[in-house]
Structures are given as structure tokens and as C-alpha cells.
């Protein structure tokens, strides 16, 4: 995962068919600013060796998570406050998984359409245990399962997953996530979850979260933000349990995550 505690922006020329471009780069680092410089003319070099045909493309490569750290759980999961202003828990083995419609097959034509949530919902998770049964990569493996406010979440314990691997994608594609969200996970190197409400559900004002902040200004109205977006969030959860399927154990992460969405309350979720 690239998610650090110093940013650095730099700024250099490319040439592209025989023409300079300017061109602009980011570099992190959990050490110091100069260290991220270091890093950003590191990929801005890349880049250009990649143009001239230097470099082989390289599926190593992960895309930034610029996103402000909130908590460190511990070295590979952590917590940080995405663009809308939500906290959100990145994971770099720990497979998260979220589903928001109902996956159609051949005899689901013939069935009636969901017309609530909840019937939405219930079809999810029947498809969520007839995966986890037939599934050779899951046999053994728990499964722990949630309703969102406009789906369900799934969390397998019992063994870690590589994000980046082709065999990931493929497994969350048999549980009809959402793509986007499996691509994610392959170019960012990690799995995520929101732990806070979307401020949009309690019809909080929108607040666009930039990271790093350029000025006291910016940082003063984003305190300010966050400061109303904590005080409205404690009425609202994020998950509620629905069952748990198979040997399921319960690790520090997971209860970070069970804690900080609000699993057990009878909160509202959103």
C-alpha cells in the first residue's frame, strides 16, 4: 500500500514524440519530505524510461493512496480519511468484500425483480452461501457477514489474500462485487472498507477532503468539517451483522472494524 505520512509534489519535463512536456509527480515517505522528493523523481524517472522504451511494463506498480492517516491498527492495516471525508480501513491481506446488487443468471429472468432493500438484500446473501459452498479456495475459511445500508459486506478470515493476484479478482467476481472495487484493489495494492457514515446519508453539507493541505486556511476548514461530520455521525452505523458462515475467528482488525461501524447497535445505517 501507498499510503505515508509525507507527501511531496515535484515537477519535470517528459518528452513525448520529440516534444518536452511538463509533467508533475507525487513521492511518499514515512520518514521525512526530502526521502517523498526522493521517491516522486524516482517514478518521474520511470515514466520517462517507460516513454523511451527503456522499461518493460511492470504490473508491480502501485497507484497513491493520498489520503490523510487517522490510526495504524498495526503494519499492514491502517486507517485514513477518504475524499468525501469518511474513514476508511485499508488492509493488505485482510479480504473485504462489498456487494451491492444481487448477481443475474439464466433462471433470473423468470423471478420477480427485488422491490425493496431488504428483498434486494436477502438474494445477496443467498448467493454469498452458495459461493462459500462451492468455492474449493474458501473450503475451510470463515466468513462474516454484514448488511450496509445498500448491500452487503463480506470479510473471509482464516487465511490472507494478495490483492494484486489474478486468483483475488476472480473470487470477487464469483461474489459479484462491484468491478470498479476489484480494480481498486488490484492497482492500490490493498483492500478497503468504510468504517463512517457517507456524509450525503445525513444530509451533512459535502466537503471535498485534499490531502496533503497547502495552507492554514484549507486545514482550518477542514478541522471545522470534520468537527460537525463527528458530531453528527455517532446517530448512524455502517454494518449490522447478519451471520457467520463457517469457522470464523475474530482478529484485532476485525474488531476494529465491527467496533468503529457500529455492528450491534440498532443505529440507522448509513
Same mark, same amino acid.
Given at each position: 500500500?501507498? &499510503?505515508?505520512?509525507?507527501?511531496?509534489? &515535484?515537477?519535470?519535463?517528459?518528452?513525448?514524440?520529440?516534444?518536452?512536456?511538463?509533467?508533475?509527480?507525487?513521492?511518499? #515517505?514515512?520518514?521525512?519530505?526530502?526521502?517523498?522528493?526522493?521517491?516522486?523523481?524516482?517514478?518521474?524517472?520511470?515514466?520517462?524510461?517507460?516513454?523511451?522504451?527503456?522499461?518493460?511494463?511492470?504490473? #508491480?506498480?502501485?497507484? @497513491? &493512496?493520498?489520503?490523510?492517516?487517522?490510526?495504524?491498527?498495526?503494519?499492514?492495516?491502517?486507517?485514513?480519511?477518504?475524499?468525501?471525508?469518511?474513514?476508511?480501513?485499508?488492509?493488505?491481506?485482510?479480504?473485504?468484500?462489498? &456487494? @451491492?446488487?444481487?448477481?443475474?443468471?439464466?433462471?433470473?429472468?423468470?423471478?420477480?425483480?427485488?422491490?425493496?432493500?431488504?428483498?434486494? !438484500?436477502?438474494?445477496?446473501?443467498?448467493?454469498?452461501? =452458495?459461493?462459500?459452498?462451492?468455492?474449493?479456495?474458501? =473450503?475451510?475459511?470463515?466468513?462474516?457477514?454484514?448488511? %450496509?445500508?445498500?448491500?452487503?459486506?463480506?470479510?473471509? %478470515?482464516?487465511?490472507?489474500?494478495?490483492?494484486?493476484?489474478?486468483? %483475488?479478482? !476472480?473470487?470477487?467476481?464469483?461474489?459479484?462485487?462491484?468491478?470498479?472495487?476489484?480494480?481498486?484493489?488490484?492497482?492500490?495494492?490493498?483492500?478497503?472498507?468504510?468504517?463512517?457514515?457517507?456524509?450525503?446519508?445525513?444530509?451533512?453539507?459535502?466537503?471535498?477532503?485534499?490531502?496533503?493541505?497547502?495552507?492554514?486556511?484549507?486545514?482550518?476548514?477542514?478541522?471545522?468539517?470534520?468537527?460537525?461530520?463527528? =458530531?453528527? =455521525?455517532?446517530?448512524?452505523?455502517?454494518?449490522?451483522?447478519?451471520? #457467520?458462515?463457517?469457522?470464523? #475467528?475474530?482478529?484485532?482488525?476485525?474488531?476494529?472494524?465491527?467496533?468503529?461501524?457500529?455492528?450491534?447497535?440498532?443505529?440507522?445505517?448509513?
Amino acid at each position: 500500500m501507498r &499510503i505515508f505520512k509525507f507527501w511531496t509534489q &515535484i515537477q519535470g519535463t517528459l518528452m513525448v514524440g520529440g516534444q518536452p512536456q511538463r509533467a508533475f509527480a507525487y513521492g511518499g #515517505s514515512n520518514f521525512s519530505p526530502q526521502a517523498a522528493e526522493r521517491d516522486a523523481r524516482a517514478r518521474l524517472d520511470r515514466v520517462a524510461l517507460r516513454i523511451a522504451g527503456q522499461l518493460a511494463k511492470d504490473d #508491480s506498480y502501485e497507484a @497513491d &493512496i493520498r489520503e490523510e492517516v487517522l490510526a495504524q491498527i498495526d503494519e499492514g492495516n491502517l486507517v485514513t480519511r477518504n475524499r468525501y471525508g469518511a474513514a476508511v480501513l485499508n488492509c493488505a491481506e485482510l479480504l473485504f468484500i462489498d &456487494i @451491492d446488487q444481487p448477481r443475474s443468471g439464466f433462471w433470473d429472468v423468470l423471478r420477480p425483480r427485488p422491490k425493496s432493500d431488504e428483498a434486494k !438484500k436477502a438474494r445477496i446473501i443467498a448467493q454469498v452461501k =452458495r459461493v462459500a459452498a462451492k468455492a474449493p479456495e474458501l =473450503r475451510g475459511l470463515g466468513l462474516r457477514v454484514y448488511e %450496509t445500508h445498500s448491500g452487503v459486506r463480506v470479510v473471509v %478470515t482464516g487465511r490472507t489474500f494478495d490483492p494484486k493476484a489474478a486468483s %483475488t479478482t !476472480k473470487l470477487l467476481r464469483r461474489f459479484n462485487s462491484d468491478w470498479l472495487y476489484a480494480c481498486l484493489c488490484r492497482r492500490q495494492g490493498c483492500f478497503r472498507a468504510r468504517l463512517t457514515p457517507k456524509p450525503s446519508r445525513m444530509k451533512l453539507r459535502g466537503h471535498k477532503v485534499v490531502f496533503p493541505r497547502q495552507d492554514e486556511a484549507t486545514e482550518s476548514q477542514h478541522r471545522a468539517w470534520v468537527a460537525e461530520y463527528d =458530531r453528527v =455521525r455517532g446517530s448512524y452505523a455502517v454494518c449490522r451483522l447478519v451471520c #457467520s458462515l463457517g469457522p470464523v #475467528s475474530i482478529n484485532p482488525v476485525i474488531a476494529w472494524h465491527d467496533r468503529e461501524t457500529g455492528v450491534g447497535s440498532e443505529l440507522k445505517l448509513a
